[in-house]
């Protein structure tokens, strides 16, 4: 059974969070093993059931996670481990994106630059995530792949621009 079935929602991109979450505390409450604590049996039985409801509702509520679900039930597979490694064209077209970072670095990241980095970031990744909704409304599923490739890479660069940061600030500290 996939995962838009178990909380009874359709197989599309855009979902009802908050039917999601409605249907998710709705079966954990039928499946919970704390609720078998004196038949065995039962309570492995919902054991494993509320593993799959936890997995399943993480799985749908995340933006990227969802996009990946539904892609792979339309028979399109995304390694998302090796993704990055095989597209390198997206470190020539945001090459820019790493010189500003290096340039933060050397500049003791400086506030308002950092600040500013991490906005244009941010914004290209709601474009990109405005895109990959706009793209499973017309079921162009390899476009979405590209966009999801983007994304992972966006998402990269806003980790290693944040555990820099970090870093430099423990560093001063």
Known sequence: MDYFTLFNL?????????????????????????????DTNLKKNSFKKSIELNTGYKTL?????????????????INTDTVLLNHNHFLTKYFSLYEEIDHLKKNCFNQENWENIIKKVINKIENCQK????????ENYKNIIFLIEKLLFLRKIKFNLQKERNLFLRQEN
């Open 61 to 77: 509520k995340d933006f990227l996670s969802r996009a990946i679900y539904l892609l792979d039930l339309k028979g399109f597979k």
């Open 131 to 138: 895109n990959i909704e706009l793209e499973f409304e017309k």
């Open 10 to 38: 359709p197989k599309q991109f855009q979902i009802n969070q908050k039917l999601l979450a409605k249907n998710f505390y709705t079966l954990q409450s039928k499946f919970h093993p704390d609720l078998f604590i004196y």
